[in-house]
């Protein structure tokens, strides 16, 4: 104690790195979670005898859960304050990993995966602001780009234990791994968070904007899965379609009008917070399509085992280790604009590559075609993160990390849905042309499965050079420049 009261500048460094580790363990677990149920899915699908509209919405509850609370959670951290929040979270999140270890149907996973996403929607919409609040400008970058390290941990953790324990001892343990973590990391936030500020003037919340946009998105997810179904009926698509736009429209509607909204509308006038948006959610979308086919694709065209996927995925985050923080450090000094969109401009490169994948690619031809996508993620993520965060009042600033989770989330969301839906049509139709011109039935399902998963890479590849462009025009402000102007607008 006296040795911190002779050096209070060490005091406070010690404060905000320990902060870090409770946010890092956090985030850790989200990650591990999700990734190691995406290369369990396979397994899960087999397990249940289901097929693959239908073991998606395993993924999918799970994201719209956290797409539809991570707004409405980040504005009750501005008023009540983050750290209770964050306990919420991460209790809750152990909590859905418990219940999933035991769920008996498919039906019963997806339910409790939704209790998961509650969590997870908590520890996300806490996670950048905490780190924002702790770290002074000019570290903020290598605090983000280290959180991006932690991601990266996670994601090469996640595949490695999803496929080993799933072959070993089944898709249920993969759940077992949250409820330990989850115990360490509540004890930990309890102790190293600090209590934070909420807002001086107690401000209403926007509930009629919160049930608004769990409605819409909601409906949204009805009509991607009642457009999957093969016995889709028109009438009832058209009426999920109507009622998704019409709800869309009314949340936007409520938030141009209420005096303190869930989304700040206003925020969007800013060209780097705009385009930062923008590119976090294409980019996140694309790597949803990579994170749900694959898997698929190694196990239903290769014949690859549970734990060899997960080797073939490794490498990935391991290159994102090293690339993460010298991303945020890059940004740090050179600014987000160049290091965002040379880190696109790789992403683009690997899913071309990927969409050329066929029937007999190597296991090592799909890890060379992988590795860049992970080097091009750790040079986006981050800095564009960073971005978002500078671009914004402190006093939005559980707004602007909600917003980015939920940007992750809904690009996720959107990406499994419509993959799903463009999967299942591209497929069959494919599927049919090759049994025309006779080619045998196991392997007519063998070719057309990788033709469906080749179309859709590109597709991904299409929004990977969409984000390009929105990177470049965010403008070339210097490192700084965007949160002082912030700053004084504020003041």
């Known amino acids: 104690m006296n040795a911190e009261i002779r050096n209070p500048q060490s005091a406070i460094r010690n404060a905000k790195w320990l902060s870090f580790v409770s946010i890092a363990l956090g985030t850790f677990m989200a990650y591990v979670d999700t990734n190691v149920v995406n290369i369990a899915l396979p397994v899960m699908a087999r397990d249940f005898q289901v097929d693959l509209a239908v073991i998606k919405w395993v993924v999918t509850a799970y994201l719209l859960m956290v797409t539809s609370l991570v707004l409405i959670f980040g504005r009750i951290a501005d008023l009540y304050g983050k750290k209770r929040l964050y306990l919420f979270g991460i209790i809750t999140f152990t909590l859905g990993s418990a219940l999933s270890s035991v769920a008996p149907t498919v039906w019963l996973l997806t339910a409790f995966r939704c209790v998961t996403g509650i969590g997870g929607a908590a520890l996300m919409a806490n996670g950048s602001a905490i780190l924002t609040e702790s770290f002074p400008a000019e570290e903020r970058g290598k605090a983000l780009g280290s959180h991006g390290s932690v991601i990266a941990i996670a994601a090469l953790a996640g595949p490695l234990l999803g496929g080993f324990l799933s072959e070993k001892f089944g898709w249920r343990a993969i759940f077992y791994i949250g409820i330990p973590a989850g115990i360490a990391g509540s004890l930990l936030a309890v102790k190293a968070l600090p209590a934070g500020k909420t807002e001086r003037r107690r401000e209403p919340f926007d509930f009629r904007g919160a049930v608004t946009l769990v409605a819409a998105l909601a409906c949204f997810l009805f ?32 938030e141009r009008r209420v005096e303190h909204p869930l989304l700040d509308l206003s925020l969007f006038r800013s060209r780097a917070f705009s385009a930062a948006v923008t590119s976090s959610f294409l980019s996140f979308w694309a790597l949803s399509v990579l994170s749900f086919l694959l898997p698929f694709y190694l196990d239903r065209v290769r014949g690859f085992t549970p734990s ?82 500078c671009a914004v009042p402190r006093s939005r600033l559980g707004i602007a990390s909600g917003m980015i989770s939920a940007l992750k989330s809904l690009g996720s969301m959107s990406g499994v849905a419509v993959t799903s839906l463009i999967f299942s049509l591209v497929q069959v139709a494919a599927m049919e042309r090759l049994i025309s011109n006779g080619v045998a039935g196991a392997q007519a399902e ?46």
């Open 223 to 254: 009509l991607t899965n009642a457009l999957t179904q093969k016995d889709r009926e028109a009438p009832t698509i058209a009426l999920l379609l109507v009622v998704t736009v019409t709800l869309a429209a009314v949340f936007l509607a409520i």
């Open 308 to 389: 060899k996927i997960g080797a073939i995925f490794a490498p990935v985050p391991l290159v994102l280790l090293v690339a993460a923080p010298l991303g945020g450090h890059l940004a740090d000094k050179f600014g987000a604009r160049a290091v965002c969109t040379l880190g696109a401009a790789v992403n683009f490169v690997s899913l071309i590559g990927l969409s050329a994948m066929g029937t007999e690619t190597s296991a090592m031809g799909v890890i060379l075609r992988l590795v860049p996508f992970g080097l091009g993620s750790g040079l986006f993520t981050p800095p564009n993160n960073s971005a978002i965060m």
């Open 446 to 491: 063998q070719q057309s499965f990788a033709s469906a998963v080749s179309l859709l890479f590109l597709i991904s590849a299409a929004l990977a050079a969409v984000v390009i462009v929105t990177s470049l025009v965010r403008g070339g402000k210097a490192v700084g420049e965007e949160e002082k102007a912030v700053a004084m607008a504020e003041a």
